[in-house]
């Protein structure tokens, strides 16, 4: 799992190199220690979105469409991963986490089925 930002197409530690522990409040496991970003590390962040807006309003909209698609289709390949980390980040106990089709219903409603961004 990867723990850092990710900011202007690459990973990386916040600028003071902090971290913070994750813990699953239902068990008070340690989940794993992720970057700690700071204000300068926002103002990079920013930064880097408002430069890759200008790329991004550039490129048609079925190339988007695309896009998000590919991006839909790699959550769902790691769907498990993405809802154990959600409901070990909530704190649900085993016995009460959302089975995996109802996380993907309710927590990655990325899928814009029947739109006209839709691809298929």
């Known amino acids: 799992m990867r ?3 990710f900011i202007d197409g690459e990973w990386r530690d ?11 409040p ?18 990079a962040a920013c930064a880097a979105a408002s430069a890759a807006q200008r790329a991004w309003a550039a490129v048609a909209p079925r190339e988007k ?6 991006s839909f289709e790699l959550m769902m390949e790691r769907q498990d991963e993405l809802a154990e980390l959600i409901v070990r980040a909530a704190g649900q106990a085993a016995r009460r986490r959302p089975r995996r089709d109802r996380v993907r219903r309710r927590v ?6 029947g739109s006209r961004a839709d691809p298929r």
């Open 3 to 5: 723990t850092q930002m």
């Open 14 to 24: 916040a600028a003071s190199g902090a971290t913070f522990a994750v813990t699953d």
């Open 26 to 43: 239902a068990t008070g496991e340690h989940v794993a220690d992720v970057a700690d970003a700071a204000p300068h590390d926002a103002t």
């Open 65 to 70: 469409a695309e896009i998000l698609r590919r």
């Open 108 to 113: 990655l409603p990325v899928e814009l089925r």
